[in-house]
């Protein structure tokens, strides 16, 4: 293994932390079913509906709480100072419900006993809400680090692919559109997260709002690239062909515009197809970095070094490959090109206003 490609102090742009024991999650009363068991078996995502199944992979690590010791525990050996967490299934029963999430990430003990510092919050907020304005206010008063907003936007036309929207083109549909003026008002950030399919509803609502910095995540998770997924997603190498050729093309027209910088993330998902029965381990790398090369160098190439982030994307992605496996590949892949300093510091430095 070649020393490590990172410097010495790391951002990680994108994780995730919950607890669905004392926090309200969708996955709450599942969770407390399992409670007794210290690991919870890989072979009880059966149990699940298959869509949900292609999304989590392992239900372990959405089923146990995942905090900032745990995150530390995995982000070894990569030397991550400071991280942005962002929104995470948090159950609102009502629009300022969502605050609750925020105040309770600002409680977590980050920056204590090893575990990285909080560099900034991301919420959950739909611009369609008609008091979005107001909920977003009271996230913002909740903690000084919110930068930004997410609302899951990702809805696909294959019935057997989890959506986590009901509606397929939320990004340009003009009542959202509309509404993301609260968003834009407050100088917050959001992230850009669909499927592939999405990016050009996407590139609408970018360029509506030339102002606001759009973070584009997870490549538009390309659902079946790597191999069959849903009912007929990916299905032979002809279709995954054209997934390519149609996200390489998308990719490029919401790169032409300045306001959006983009995300080396979301590559363990297993909606992507092709997933291990275990995760990738060190002698995998060459392999599988071959296998994502397409993705990782059309982002890179699209974007440039100056406009693309790492991100771990944990613990969605731990079934599949560790931390420190996901920032190998990146550098596997881009060689000379890449310039570690901006990859996995100063980009989501400058992007979250990361010690500001």
């Known amino acids: 293994m070649n020393a490590a490609p990172w410097p010495a102090a790391v951002i990680d ?19 407390k079913l399992f409670w007794p068991l210290p690991r919870v078996p890989r072979e ?19 089923l146990k709480p995942y905090e900032p010791r745990d995150y530390a525990a995995d982000a070894v050996p990569v030397p991550v100072r400071s991280v942005v967490h962002v929104e995470a299934g948090w159950l609102a029963h009502d629009h300022a419900d969502t605050v ?44 000084r680090l919110v930068r930004g907003v997410r609302l899951s936007g990702a809805n696909h036309p294959d019935p057997g692919v989890r959506d986590f929207i009901d509606h397929p083109h939320i ?31 996407m590139t609408v609502l970018a360029r509506e709002y030339p102002e606001t910095t759009f973070i584009f995540d997870h490549y538009a998770t390309p659902v079946g690239i790597f191999g069959p ?16 050729s149609q996200w390489q093309e998308d990719v490029a027209a919401l790169a032409a515009l300045p306001n959006v910088v983009a995300k080396h993330s979301g590559l ?14 060190d002698g995998d790398l060459a392999r599988v970095s071959e296998r994502c090369a397409p993705l990782i160098q059309g982002l890179h190439d699209a974007f440039g ?3 693309t982030m790492w991100a771990s994307n944990f613990p969605m992605d731990k079934p599949v490959h560790s931390v420190a496996f996901s920032a190998r590949m990146l550098t596997e892949v881009l060689g000379a090109s890449a310039d570690p300093q901006l990859l996995f510091h100063d980009v989501a430095a400058r992007t979250y206003k990361v010690g500001a």
């Open 268 to 281: 363990g998902m297993p909606m992507l197809g092709g997933d291990p029965s275990r995760p990738f381990e």
């Open 305 to 307: 070094p100056e406009r």
């Open 44 to 62: 009880m995502r059966w149990i699940v509906p298959q869509a949900d199944r292609e999304f989590i992979g392992d239900p372990h690590h959405v």
């Open 171 to 201: 990004h340009s549909d003009p009542d959202f559109v509309r509404g993301f003026a609260a968003i834009a008002e407050r100088g917050l950030t959001f992230e850009l997260w669909g499927f592939a399919h999405q990016i050009r509803d």
């Open 100 to 143: 609750g999430e925020t105040r309770w990430i600002a409680s977590l003990p980050f920056g204590q006993k090893g575990t990285p510092a909080l560099g900034a919050i991301v919420v959950n907020a739909d611009p369609r809400w008609s008091d979005v304005g107001s909920v977003l206010d009271q996230h913002l008063a909740a903690s």
């Open 13 to 31: 742009p994108h994780i995730h932390q919950w607890n669905p024991y004392s926090t309200p999650r969708h996955i709450s009363t599942m969770a």
């Open 229 to 244: 997924r849903g009912r007929r997603t990916g299905k032979t190498v002809a279709d995954r062909a054209g997934l390519l």
